[in-house]
């Protein structure tokens, strides 16, 4: 046998640059956490340590501080096809370049134009895939708990010999939603559009199963938002028991829950257009 | 020397809770994180393990969920009252019962009656200290994250042989506001009031260090909010340093920053009415 | 276009089980994180919520339990694995079945028979991807940290406009290391020769790139441990950057570190034997 | 009524410094997280934001490193003692400094000099109050999970209303010890001894319940290591609870346990020497 090495990259990841945009008095914010990792001719760095071929993390750091300066953030998908294109094309030993980017929100304090408060609701992320051949634009967003009081049941599956979960045609149904959805062609800020059709459809659906839910909020976003090739979710069951009060003589009549952490329930799926070509690449970190 | 037990207390910590109001299709949620510590008459526990005395911290989490059904939660402070008197009354050996609660937000989603979405923004929190004696109610909150992108400076501090830092007439005030307000007499529901009167002071002051924006936001809700008898704050300096892009022959005129995590500076303080008896007990976790 | 159902699965996550083993006075303990993931035929749960061919999560944890008093836990790979054929073979809707388990390690407290302290070093992990087919075995380990107070060097690397990292002939080398190890043919048990593998190459190779001491790291295992046939790492560069002390009249001859937490760089990279069949699905959570 | 400030304190929160300690080719790491809080004629920053009585946190931050170099770091106490005193005597404005310290432990790797792991087993702790009156040192730990498989019992607590729990004569007991300790005099450091003493009282003791285990923990540190004259702890319950395996057929002769996250118990007590005057400056943050 021999030893090789096999697939590689390295990057600078979890830069923190907050971006202010000014218009006189009235400021905008744009409050990024950027991870970029390349790939290329790496293998002497490897084999033997030399280091012609790296373009050093502190390096790419520097970089994501200097482009928010030069080009400002439109957008994080915009900022991150920025950096990929520049560390791909300015380097010869750089083939491929991977941005991830987490954005967190800010909403303007009422009535001031230069203050702001933390939206803390959900975080959006966006990650980028460039080669000289092809570019994938994936958004998304995690973070983002939801919840239905009523309008969710779970019957109807396997009896096995370990099975004692009762069925029940009225439970809480909640889950923190991780989705990233990868863009069909060009990419087009449709965040706000898409986080709308998810929490509609997320409420709307009267749910037999998280996988029908998962499925709905995919379908939805597909059908009503142009441009998108496919999503794909991570949706864990976040449980909500309803407590037995009997020994207390009290009845519970489904106000009462325990919200559980672990172990929890896990629903993972891809929802996708039949007539747009696949793309693995875009979604490996 | 004799060995002797001191100051002691026992409890539940951190039973999850969430009470649905139901008022026909359109639901309301509170949803709770509640910790109990009872102290009294516990030498033999201790010296022994002669459990007599002890209320067994499983009946504390039940009693949780009991009275959650049978009083709803009207606000954290009205439901930790009812534990605690209910702790001190039922038991002669509990002479004390502290209740501490984080409740986490949730807003509708629109256009819908019993479907939520996490407001992610700050978690309030409640803590109560009671006795036969004496009660105590104490209001506030965590994770408030804040920034003014301008209005801010800092100088005239002290130069010893060890500072470097230059002074500047303009830079980025973030923090993460962490205040406890203590209520004088009898609790009344102000949440709102405070977080809204928090916010603009923090926004419309200019700043010369953040003690002065923390001295102004607590003497703004003593003033602006009846019923408070003091406040205390924990706001560390969550530090944005504008980044040097001279290297790089580009200027920075006050636009890209790295958003540091550690060393931060931390800043506490409490603002208080000289009205008010002081009430210690009341801030012992 | 057609919208269609994509890949998909589903299982219970983060079921926490405790096994003792007895021996007399003499106990033995295992501590497992485990999380199950199912694949099959599960279209109709998606687009009707029709749950017929659904075993529930909370069954899956039943399953977990149940099996660690029938069988013991001998190792977390051969729990996972035989989890993993029970949920393939006995259902005939699920035709893939993932294991991940993460291990905590215990220790014995000196002298003691049944008393154990979390050694708090790394975490062993395992996970085992099983169908009719085929079935791997990744056994790894996380947050092993490790450092080097000298012997590593950095430079030779790219210099481009944005490069201002002078390049240093000593300087500290730290990481925490993530490893897994996918297993050539069945499942043996060498996880603490693996470990001290890693901790000595790390310790005695002279660095000249973090990257050539993942490769050496990762070559040795392969050369001296049987039976591996790929290896793969995620390695942070911790970074431990010298404190300039000339402000304060004082040099600073490689002693005082300011250690960083963010940003950092991050090293990625697999090194295999080139006559063992690629395995893909082994890696995919 | 008037609106006053009350007590306030400002520092720089966990400033990370490595400190190697070389002797030829074998060296020594010492690692730690130092928070610096100080207090004194502070009223005018909080009042008008007059900066001439404040110490900037940037320059503690610099004095923390400054000290490693000059200094050396014999033990978390004897480092935080510097700080405290220099930071009161050099600054008229400054009359008390609280310097609190996590250090992280490293072992050497096997056949090696200069070449690290962390031990990841529990974090030491140190907090130093310092003013021209009085000095108090708190030496300390947290993380040190243990758990004995046997010898524990909890029976004959009160039975009201809402006990629902089973006494047992045989249960796990698990917990993760947080415990810190002061000196009644001059600092000598017994580190080593007391975490040794914790671990085989925790062992040996059988315990009714955990605040017996706790009282006896306490009673043997004051008892067999000199100089201490309180020991304070933190220790929740880590519940493990015994599956019902009785639906699948199997019975469970406390074999198999789920480990519990939330909620869970909570015991904190304090255990002093009688003949030691009181402290209670020594223990606020």
Sequence with gaps: MTIVLGPNQFGKAETRVVRVHRDGDRHALRDLNVSVALAGDLDEVHLSGDNSAVLATDTQKNTVFAFARKHGISSPE???????????????????????????????????????????????????THTAEATHVVTGLRDLVVLNSTGSEFWGYIKDQYTTLPETRERILATSVTAEWRHAGAFEDSYDTVKAVLLDAFAVTHSLSLQQTLFTMGRRVLEEVPGIAEIRFAMPNKHHFLVDLEPFGLDNPDEVYYAADRPYGLIEGTILRDDVPAAEDAWTS
């Excluded at 094309?89 to 909403?107: L, N």
């Design 78 to 128: 915009e900022f991150a096809l920025l950096l990929a294109e520049h560390f791909v094309s300015s380097q010869p030993t750089i083939h491929r370049a991977k941005v991830a980017i987490e954005e967190f929100g800010w909403e303007r304090i009422p009535a001031t134009g230069h203050s702001f408060v933390r939206t803390g609701q959900e975080i959006r992320t966006a990650r980028i």
